[in-house]
């Protein structure tokens, strides 16, 4: 039986029309009547996750495993506050959410009434589109409450993916479920533009006339990389690809690459075709800031403009794939006809700075430190079972970047540490795959509501990096200079998720020196055959782990 609401009846009926088949749901009773209807619908599988911050990222994460769009439902007031952080980071890495909102009637917003804000504009330019559904009192409004569904659904799917916002207010009595079965309504179908050979003419005419030719990747999906990384292989004899393992796998080491030049001028590209989302390298974005006379053409789903090297000549809207395959077989075809000529010595030069990075990370050996349990972790990963790596932000990616022999996922939309954790737990739901999540002690606490669910299962490994403190602060320069740099800026601690792990039924073990690092502990907790999550906390020193980690870079 389903609820006697129409508005709620007819989005549970569009949601399943147009694909949805996962919803995460936060407790509350104005939305009781819509988390009824999706747990009734035998369509669509919910996760109950009581943190609305934490449920947010939870459904981020289910959608970049799906690449489907995902439902975070919440109940009204703030509660839809809290959701806004996973709502931006999907914004900016173009992942398709559906954030579903119960509401009070129009006609008690800001009178004083409990739970009561304006919400149908609460979540701003974080969301594609926004939509507040009637309650049907005729065939007019029924008609409109459908069409506003529909529209909110196509435009989360439009351009690659997007967060949208469907509010619903309800009014009272809220819980009369009598109504047996969901209405029949009509699903309006889209298509995307289709891809034309006339659109990438330019930028391939472009690219194989200039001397000094560079692609640049990225933050991409995983469903994108093993196409682009294809491509990639096919042009990297020929052409200079600069990536990060947010994109593509092994790790080119970029940072150290970019320190070894001798004179920077020898390697400015003239021509940039930047694909994909943000780099965690700043060094990098400097770098190509200084190729002033570069043309950059940009590709992306979304068609959106960025001049992030401030060079931008020309933007394309479309998937970087296409562009990929459409230069890879137009240099092999010049190649073939002897037509076409590039500077070998600028891509010769770019190959022994790759070589020579490469070579020296494999020859050092770090002090025990962070930088050596990432290594030792990702030594271990390269002869597991296969698996899903998940980083958080800050020194977490810095550091498995330098070692990662595939993919990596991490929130770098907009690079904030909060639901990194939860995130990497949403996406081990709907994972049958080992999913493991590299993560500082800052990020894991700040998120540890990602742990309070029972719905986690044993394939889901964290490996927590505890220098009891914002470790990253201790590489910028003369920050060390400052009173307030421990206690106020790296938040400095003495925190342990031991008894955090025991409160949350969480499998625990601990790494405190060489001796056990080298010992048989990370193998045990990687191979757990726990039916829960098992984390594995290492101390460190944090003075130590920046040290170490410099010899990287």
């Not at 400052?482 to 342990?496: I, K, Q």
């Not at 955090?500 to 039924?505: D, F, K, R």
Request: aromatic letters at 10%.
């Amino acid at each position: 039986m389903y609820s006697n609401k129409a508005n709620i009846n007819i989005l549970t009926t569009l949601l399943v029309e147009h694909g949805v088949s996962h919803a995460v749901i936060c407790p509350g009773s104005r939305n009781a009547p819509i988390a009824h209807n999706l747990n009734t619908c035998p369509e669509i599988e919910c996760f109950p996750v009581t943190d609305e911050r934490s449920a947010g990222f939870y459904a981020l994460g289910i959608a970049q495993y799906t690449g489907q769009p995902t439902a975070v439902c919440v109940t009204s007031g703030t509660a839809l506050l809290n959701v806004l952080p996973a709502v931006a980071e999907a914004y900016y890495q173009h992942v398709p959410i559906i954030v579903i909102s119960a509401d009070r009637p129009l006609a008690w917003i800001d009178q004083q009434d409990g739970q009561t804000i304006p919400q149908t504009d609460a979540l701003g330019k974080f969301v594609r589109k926004a939509v507040s559904l009637p309650e049907p009192h005729d065939e007019t409004e029924h008609w409109l409450c459908n069409r506003l569904v529909n529209e909110a659904l196509i435009a989360c799917k439009k351009s690659g993916g997007t967060p949208v916002h469907i509010n619903v207010p309800i009014s009272e009595p809220l819980f009369d479920f009598s109504i047996e079965a969901l209405p029949t309504e009509r699903a309006f179908q889209f298509s995307e533009s289709t891809e034309s050979a006339e659109c990438y003419r330019d930028i391939e005419e472009e690219f194989l006339k200039s001397q000094r030719p560079m692609i640049v990747i990225g933050q991409i999906n995983r469903f994108e990389a093993a196409y682009i990384s294809e491509c990639v292989d096919r042009l990297r004899d020929k052409v200079t690809v600069i990536y990060e393992s947010l994109s593509i796998a092994p790790a080119l080491h970029i940072d150290r690459v970019l320190g070894a030049m001798e004179s920077e001028d020898d390697y400015l590209p003239d021509t940039i075709l930047y694909i994909g989302g943000t780099l965690v390298s700043k060094r990098l974005k400097q770098f190509l800031r200084h190729a002033t006379n570069a043309k950059t053409w940009i590709v992306n789903r979304s068609g959106n403009i960025y001049d992030t090297f401030l060079n931008l000549y020309h933007a394309i809207e479309g998937r970087p794939g296409y562009i990929l395959d459409n230069i890879s077989t137009a240099i092999r075809r010049k190649i073939e006809s002897g037509d076409f000529v590039l500077s070998h010595e600028f891509h010769a030069r770019w190959q022994q700075l790759f070589a020579n990075a490469v070579h020296q990370t494999q020859l050092l050996t770090p002090e025990y430190s962070q930088i050596a349990v990432v290594k030792e972790f990702c030594k271990r990963l390269s002869v597991a079972e296969p698996y899903h790596l998940h980083a958080a932000n800050s020194m977490s990616v810095r550091l498995v970047d330098v070692f990662a022999e595939e993919y990596i996922s991490c929130n770098r939309g907009t690079n904030g540490i909060e639901g990194s954790l939860s995130t990497a737990a949403g996406f081990s739901l709907t994972a049958i795959l080992p999913t493991y999540c590299v993560i500082g002690d800052l990020s894991f606490f700040y998120d540890s509501n990602a742990l309070w669910n029972q719905n986690l299962h044993g394939n889901f490994h964290i490996l927590l990096l505890n220098n009891g403190g914002g470790g990253i602060f201790n590489k910028f320069p003369g920050l060390q200079d400052s009173p307030a740099r421990e206690s106020l800026v790296m938040a400095s601690h003495h925190t342990s998720a031991e008894g955090l792990c025991q409160s949350y039924h969480i499998e625990y073990h601990a790494i405190h020196n060489l001796s056990e690092l080298n010992g048989t502990t990370m193998q045990e907790w990687m191979s757990s055959d726990s039916d829960r999550p098992s984390l594995l906390e290492v101390f460190t020193d944090a003075e130590t782990d920046t040290r170490e980690f410099a010899k990287y870079i």
